[in-house]
C-alpha cells in the first residue's frame, strides 16, 4: 500500500502531483492541512502573537474579512484540485484553516467570538461537499488494514494544565486503546498538523518570524500520545524548513514539507521506505 504525505498547500496545488500520483499508483493521500494561504500573517504577528486579541477586532471587520475570503477562493482550489484525482484523501485541519483553536489551551467565550459571517464560511464546512475528502481530527479512519488517527492543527505547544488539553488527550487516548490490537501490528498511523514538541523537526530555524526563530515550537499533545502509544509511524508537518524524518523511541516521524514548494513524502506502508520528493 502506497501513500502520499502532502500538506502545508498555503492556497497551492502544483501540477506535478497529480502525473505523480498516477504514476506511482498512490492508494491514499494523507493530507496534513493548511489548505490556506495566511495572507494575513504579518498583521497576526505584529498584533496578535502572544496576546489575547482576534486581528478583526485591530484591523476592522471588513479589511479582515477581505483578507480572509481571499484565502477561502485559494483554498477551495487546493480542495477541488485534490477531489478531482479520485484517489481518497484524508485529512485534518491546519491552523490556518480556522478549526476551533481550544484543542490544547482554554479560551473564554470572548476570546472565541468571531464575526457571524466566519462562522458560516469555513473550510471545514466547505469540505463536506467533496465526496472524496474526508477529514478526520480527533477520530479515526480506517483505509484497508491500516487505521489513521488524526489530530486538529493548533501552531504552538500548547498549555498542558488546561482542561482543554487534558481533555483532548483523553479523546487520542481512547481512540488508541480502541485500535490496541491494530497498533500492536504496526498497522496505526498518527497523523497531527504540527510536529511534536522538542524533536529536530520543530526548532524553528531563520526563515521563521523572529519573536519564535531559535524555538521549539511543535505540539506538546502530540509528543504525549506518541511517547504513550508507540505508534508505528506519525505524520506532521507545519514547520516548513524541517523537512525529514526521525525516530521518536519507536516511532518513525515524517515531515514531508511544504506542498507549495513542491514538496511531498511518498510511503509504501509495507516496506515501510520513505521517499521524499522534491
Known amino acids: 500500500m502506497r501513500i502520499l504525505v502532502i500538506g502545508d498547500f498555503h492556497g497551492k496545488f502544483p501540477k506535478k502531483f497529480e502525473g505523480l500520483i498516477k504514476k506511482e499508483k498512490i492508494d491514499l493521500i494523507v493530507s496534513l492541512g493548511d489548505l490556506a ?8 504577528f505584529k498584533h496578535c502573537y502572544g496576546k489575547d486579541v482576534e486581528l478583526w477586532k485591530i484591523i476592522g471587520k471588513k479589511k479582515y474579512k477581505e483578507i480572509v475570503m481571499k484565502d477561502l477562493k485559494m483554498a477551495e482550489r487546493v480542495l477541488k484540485s485534490l477531489n478531482e484525482l479520485n484517489v481518497p484523501i484524508y485529512t485534518v485541519l ?29 473550510i471545514a464546512k466547505r469540505l463536506k461537499k467533496y465526496k472524496n475528502i474526508h477529514r478526520f481530527d480527533y477520530k479515526a479512519l480506517k483505509f484497508d488494514d491500516y487505521v489513521f ?5 493548533h501552531s504552538s505547544p500548547g498549555d498542558v494544565k488546561s482542561k482543554a488539553f487534558r481533555k483532548h488527550k483523553k479523546i487520542l487516548e481512547k481512540l488508541f486503546r480502541k485500535y490496541k490490537k491494530e497498533n500492536k501490528k504496526e498497522k496505526l498511523i498518527f ?11 520543530d526548532k524553528l530555524g531563520r526563515h521563521a518570524h523572529k519573536k519564535v526563530r531559535g524555538k521549539h515550537h511543535g505540539s506538546k499533545l502530540a509528543k504525549k500520545i506518541i511517547t504513550e502509544f508507540h505508534p508505528v509511524l506519525a505524520l506532521a508537518g507545519h514547520v516548513h524548513e524541517n523537512v525529514g524524518q526521525i525516530k521518536i523511541g519507536r516511532t518513525t516521524l515524517v515531515n514531508p514539507g511544504a506542498a ?9 506502508l509495507e516496506t515501510r521506505r520513505v521517499r521524499f520528493l522534491k
Not at 37 to 44: I, Q
Not at 260 to 268: F, H, K, M
Open 37 to 44: 494561504p495566511f495572507h494575513y500573517r504579518k498583521l497576526w
Open 94 to 122: 491546519g491552523n490556518i484553516d480556522w478549526p476551533s483553536p481550544d484543542d490544547v489551551s482554554d479560551f473564554s467565550e470572548k476570546e472565541k467570538s468571531m464575526p457571524n459571517w466566519d462562522k458560516k464560511d469555513t
Open 149 to 153: 488517527v488524526g489530530m486538529r492543527g
Open 191 to 201: 497523523v497531527s498538523h504540527i510536529v511534536p514538541y522538542n524533536t529536530k523537526l
Open 260 to 268: 507549495n514548494e513542491g514538496l511531498a513524502a511518498l510511503i509504501d
